[in-house]
């Protein structure tokens, strides 16, 4: 099992940028890729981004595109989601987590993922 621990959360206003982290431990050496995801008040969890942890290959959602990066410090074994231009739409938890699956596909979708974290607050103002 892996452990994940999200920080970096807070309250900002349009356009500002957060960077939010993710440390991981525990059994993280079966760990092949991560993801960010996030669930506003009353609305599903959605995946924001993914990254393999083999080769740092990435993707984002369409919404985030061009204003969110995500990055990977394996000799830390941290995971970064860097947000700029933030928007009042870009409110929510913030999740990362773990998953052992082999094949790049489906990344976004909650169901990829066994291990999560408990998640950070993230609040824009307009």
């Known amino acids: 099992q892996v452990q994940l621990v999200e920080s970096g959360g807070g309250a900002v206003q349009a356009g500002g940028s957060l960077r939010l982290s993710c440390a991981a431990s525990g059994a993280t050496y079966n760990t092949q890729f991560m993801g960010w995801f996030r669930q506003a008040p009353g609305k599903e969890r959605e995946g924001v981004a993914a990254i393999s942890v083999i080769t740092r290959s990435f993707i984002r959602a369409d919404s985030v595109k061009g204003r969110f990066t995500v990055s990977l410090d394996n000799a830390k074994n941290t995971l970064y989601l860097e947000m700029d231009s933030l928007e009042p739409e870009d409110t929510g938890v913030y999740y990362c987590?773990?998953?052992?699956?082999?094949?790049?596909?489906?990344?976004?979708?909650?169901?990829?993922?066994?291990?999560w974290g408990r998640g950070t607050q993230v609040t824009v103002s307009s």
């Open positions: 987590a773990a998953s052992a699956n082999r094949e790049w596909v489906r990344l976004l979708q909650t169901g990829t993922y066994k291990d």
